[in-house]
């Protein structure tokens, strides 16, 4: 079967990321696998078996939604992690389901209770406390009041104590971020004056994980390094510049594939596509690629972009259509309807990056993946 467009997951690229990941890690961390945003594009389906078959065993998401999808295809009783949304009848279905949520409200730690005290089984929560990020987080005030209350039910079991990090990524950030791993100490002793030791204690993610490894405690929650990226070019400079070899150690796992829909020979001096953005100033043969906006393919990549076509790029003409782009073929020789087309990835020598492709379309890697519709065919190469 062939597809209008697919996208490819490189199995052992996966591989080598989890490895580096690994390699980061204090004796004692555990890794999750942070999996929200359809698994940043990649696809949740996709991503689960092959990470669990790697030996990875807790996913963290940000809704219940997202927990349901992972659970749907978990073959190894993974632990899944909530760490934002859900609503009062999702946290019935947490608690039956023994999927893990934070708590970072009085009325989550209600129906967590009620949930559980109903259902006959322990609600699994993870307190998230307030260090500075100033997003969700119990402030140090209500502290007191939470613990108690998760102290004294037989339906609140606590895993974990956690809380997000406010851009470990940039170094413009160093005293905000130094400022609540201190907050978070003070937490901690809190906590143990009132006799309780979290056995899980989580607040890095993956820029934390890698330049502040002392944030690295029980658990890190780690996202776009499994993806094959660093979280921005910083992290990466601090990064290299401690190692003496300079070999990326991360491989981008998703490559993205359309086909060569049709091709036409235009006129000089005529326009290709709507209004009056690209005009032919010699005669040329334009080849459709049935991609467009709708499938995440950024209209600012209007005459921006670039596309690999029988080993030559062939850049983007006109705007970008929402089903459609035109590229210039002119210069590639032999060129067939139904011919292979990478809008990200390698095609013989040539190779158009995430990086490029986000660079162009001014998002970030983040936001370009994540933006990729879950209904284009994800499959699994080597
Ligand atoms: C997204 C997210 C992470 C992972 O972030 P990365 O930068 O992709 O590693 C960790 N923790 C929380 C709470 C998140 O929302």
């Keep these: 079967m062939s597809y209008s467009n697919h996208i490819e997951i490189s199995k052992s690229a996966l591989e080598q990321n989890i490895n580096f990941i690994r390699q980061q890690l204090l004796r004692h961390t555990r890794l999750s696998c942070v999996v929200k945003g359809n698994a940043y594009g990649h696809g949740i389906p996709i991503i689960i078996p092959l990470e669990e078959d790697m030996g990875i065993n807790h996913f963290s998401v940000f809704n219940a939604e997202e927990a349901y999808q992972v659970k749907q295809v978990s073959k190894r009783n993974s632990t899944i992690m909530i760490m934002g949304m859900l609503t009062q009848e999702q946290v019935h279905w947490a608690v039956e389901q023994e999927v893990e949520f934070y708590i970072f409200e009085r009325e989550r730690l209600q129906e967590a209770e009620e949930a559980a005290k109903k259902i006959g089984k322990p609600a699994l929560i993870h307190l998230e406390v307030e260090t500075g990020m100033n997003r969700t987080g119990v402030p140090f005030e209500l502290l007191e009041e939470f613990v108690l209350k998760i102290d004294r039910s037989p339906h609140l079991q606590l895993k974990g104590v956690c809380t997000h990090l ?39 993610s993956s820029a934390a994980t890698l330049r502040h490894p002392n944030t690295q405690m ?165």
């Design 218 to 382: 029980d658990m890190v929650r780690v996202g776009i390094l499994q993806y094959g990226f660093f979280p921005n070019e910083e992290t990466f400079t601090h990064y290299i510049t401690k190692k003496t070899d300079y070999d990326y150690p991360l491989k981008r796992i998703i490559s993205w594939k359309s086909q060569v829909m049709s091709l036409k020979d235009i006129q000089q001096g005529e326009f290709v596509g709507y209004g009056t953005s690209y005009f032919a100033h010699s005669p040329m043969t334009i080849a459709t690629v049935p991609v467009g906006y709708g499938h995440g393919y950024s209209r600012s990549l209007s005459n921006q972009g670039r596309v690999i076509i029988n080993g030559h790029f062939a850049p983007v003409v006109g705007t970008i259509n929402m089903n459609m782009i035109c590229v210039d073929v002119s210069n590639i020789p032999n060129i067939q309807k139904g011919d292979e087309v990478v809008l990200i990835g390698k095609q013989d020598e040539l190779e158009i990056s995430v990086a490029s492709f986000s660079d162009f379309s001014n998002q970030i890697n983040y936001e370009l993946l994540t933006r990729l519709p879950i209904d284009i065919p994800r499959i699994v190469v080597e």
């Design 166 to 204: 406010a851009g470990a990524e940039s170094i413009s950030n160093y005293y905000r971020v130094k400022k609540q791993t201190i907050t978070y100490q003070k937490i901690l002793r809190k906590l143990q004056g009132m006799g309780i030791t979290p056995q899980n204690r989580h607040i890095a």
